[in-house]
């Protein structure tokens, strides 16, 4: 039989590596994100920014800095699913593991899980983002009309 597109063989070493794959995009471009935002006020970086909740918040301008940031970084991993993980179906499943597995790392930072509304509400619309638009970017590639070969005919 010819060769499919994409095999539908369940691959664990493929679905493992690229969760790990997309972990690693996350967390970069967060930190590129924060680091870029920090130069901006003149704040201090720490690993806080990334797993503290109490960071994030409406009140002072360091907490919507770092909104704006975790903002940017959804939009940044959805081109991380649409050059990585090319499947649309499979872009609400990456970004619910990303911010499932950040979540797990802001419970053990911070020894319990985040109680501040604020990053409960972030960490909802960067999922919605991230999804929405990393689905919409690779539908758009697997949507894109096949060229098909307009030569001549043979009279058969």
Not at 101 to 121: D, E
Request: aromatic share 14%.
């Amino acid at each position: 039989m010819a060769s499919h597109f994409r095999s539908y063989i369940w691959d664990p070493v493929l679905i493992v590596s690229q969760i790990v794959l997309m972990q690693c995009i996350y967390y970069s471009f967060l930190g590129l994100w924060l680091a870029g935002v920090d130069s901006l006020v003149q704040t201090n970086r720490s690993l806080d920014q990334i797993f503290s909740y109490e960071v994030v918040g409406f009140s002072t301008p360091q907490g919507r800095l770092s909104m704006m940031a975790f903002i940017l970084n959804s939009l940044t991993c959805a081109l991380g699913l649409w050059f990585f993980i090319r499947r649309g179906k499979q872009c609400l499943d990456f970004t619910v593991t990303v911010h499932f597995f950040h979540m797990i790392g802001c419970w053990v930072y911070n020894a319990h899980l985040p109680a501040s509304l604020a990053w409960w509400l972030v960490n909802v619309a960067c999922m919605a983002l991230m999804a929405v638009i990393g689905e919409y970017l690779c539908m758009r590639t697997e949507l894109r009309a096949i060229p098909v070969n307009t030569g001549p005919k043979s009279n058969l």
